[in-house]
């Protein structure tokens, strides 16, 4: 996957650029749209506009190039008039309105604004469909189901594992590690062979979970993948799983992405917007005790009220 700009390839290719500056969940719920917007515009080439850790998981997607962005404070390193089509796939605040009138594109595809024709934003739906909708707003056909990704690269290091996603971006979604670790023995003890994934920041987490799983008989210590991988090796190890227990995260988006049975534990996000799509995978969590409160250090209530026995309930529902 090439980061490098240009305005054209060697052919003038015009420019699509899709701003999205957000995380690995953010960029799955959003394939079918990049998707439909490769098919509408085959001739172009098509910038991603996202952080540069997330350059591996383009490669997944396919037909996209990467245009690092760390945020929203700074203009997108585009020359001024350079981009034909300018998408905004990031929301509808003025942070990533600006950043896309900045670009002066051609076409502006975007939701409705000031000075901007588009669809009116709304809520109820399914993350997938709101840009989806978006562009069959504009005229471009996507489909919501189309966000199966492709194979990763690189193989899977554990084929067949049972993973357990420890971690999560905000502390709204943080699962006690008491409860990860106790359905890590039960797994364990059910004949699973059981691996703890997460980013670097939550090696301490996995950690803190292997240690409680050895006490009560469970030795996780070879399963300790969480700060280990790579984004196209975890997105292997996901691909290759027997079970994915994760709350509300990327690994959640990729077990459905590669159709792979999951369980997922929602807390401030609500699940019919960005729940998984129709599949091998069952949500946990309490509406009535939504917090809702994505950026708290705390875990939301509707995440603390999911107990072990609902995860192992659930994880006999898809066939144990």
């Given at each position: 996957?090439?980061?490098?700009?240009?305005?054209?390839?060697?052919?003038?290719?015009?420019?699509?650029?899709?701003?999205?500056?957000?995380?690995?969940?953010?960029?799955?719920?959003?394939?079918?749209?990049?998707?439909?917007?490769?098919?509408?515009?085959?001739?172009?080439?098509?910038?991603?506009?996202?952080?540069?850790?997330?350059?591996?998981?383009?490669?997944?997607?396919?037909g996209l190039h990467h245009l690092p962005?760390?945020?929203?404070?700074?203009?997108?390193?585009?020359?001024?008039?350079?981009?034909?089509?300018?998408?905004?796939?990031?929301?509808?605040?003025?942070?990533?309105?600006?950043?896309?009138?900045?670009?002066?594109?051609?076409?502006?595809?975007?939701?409705?604004?000031?000075?901007?024709?588009?669809?009116?934003?709304?809520?109820?739906?399914?993350?997938?469909?709101?840009?989806?909708?978006?562009?069959?707003?504009?005229?471009?056909?996507?489909?919501?189901?189309?966000?199966?990704?492709?194979?990763?690269?690189?193989?899977?290091?554990?084929?067949?594992?049972?993973?357990?996603?420890?971690?999560a971006a905000y502390g709204s979604r943080?699962?006690?590690?008491?409860?990860?670790?106790?359905?890590?023995?039960?797994?364990?003890?059910?004949?699973?062979?059981?691996?703890?994934?997460?980013?670097?920041?939550?090696?301490?987490?996995?950690?803190?979970?292997?240690?409680?799983?050895?006490?009560?008989?469970?030795?996780?210590?070879?399963?300790?993948?969480?700060?280990?991988?790579?984004?196209?090796?975890?997105?292997?190890?996901?691909?290759?799983?027997?079970?994915?227990?994760?709350?509300?995260?990327?690994?959640?988006?990729?077990?459905?992405?590669?159709?792979?049975?999951?369980?997922?534990?929602?807390?401030?996000?609500?699940?019919?917007?960005?729940?998984?799509?129709?599949?091998?995978?069952?949500?946990?969590?309490?509406?009535?005790?939504?917090?809702?409160?994505?950026?708290?250090?705390?875990?939301?209530?509707?995440?603390?009220?999911?107990?072990?026995?609902?995860?192992?309930?659930?994880?006999?529902?898809?066939?144990?």
């Open positions: 996957m090439d980061t490098a700009l240009g305005t054209a390839d060697s052919n003038d290719q015009p420019l699509l650029l899709a701003l999205r500056a957000l995380k690995l969940g953010d960029l799955l719920v959003a394939v079918p749209a990049l998707r439909g917007l490769r098919r509408a515009f085959p001739e172009h080439r098509i910038l991603y506009a996202a952080p540069a850790w997330i350059a591996e998981a383009l490669e997944l997607v396919g962005t760390p945020g929203l404070d700074e203009p997108l390193t585009v020359p001024r008039g350079a981009v034909d089509v300018a998408v905004n796939l990031h929301g509808n605040g003025p942070e990533s309105r600006l950043r896309i009138n900045e670009l002066q594109a051609r076409r502006v595809l975007a939701h409705e604004a000031p000075g901007v024709d588009g669809p009116p934003w709304a809520t109820g739906f399914p993350e997938r469909e709101r840009w989806t909708r978006l562009l069959s707003w504009h005229g471009i056909d996507a489909d919501p189901l189309d966000y199966l990704l492709n194979r990763p690269a690189v193989p899977s290091p554990r084929p067949g594992a049972t993973v357990i996603h420890v971690g943080l699962w006690p590690v008491e409860r990860f670790a106790d359905v890590a023995v039960e797994l364990a003890a059910a004949g699973h062979e059981v691996v703890l994934t997460g980013g670097a920041s939550e090696r301490g987490r996995a950690e803190e979970t292997a240690a409680l799983a050895r006490l009560k008989g469970a030795n996780l210590d070879d399963g300790l993948l969480a700060g280990r991988q790579g984004l196209a090796e975890f997105a292997a190890t996901i691909a290759e799983a027997r079970l994915v227990v994760s709350a509300d995260t990327g690994a959640a988006h990729l077990a459905s992405a590669y159709v792979r049975p999951s369980v997922v534990l929602f807390g401030p996000a609500p699940a019919e917007e960005w729940g998984p799509p129709p599949g091998p995978h069952v949500v946990l969590t309490a509406v009535e005790l939504r917090r809702g409160d994505v950026f708290s250090t705390d875990p939301d209530p509707a995440l603390l009220a999911v107990s072990v026995r609902d995860v192992l309930d659930a994880v006999e529902r898809l066939g144990g």
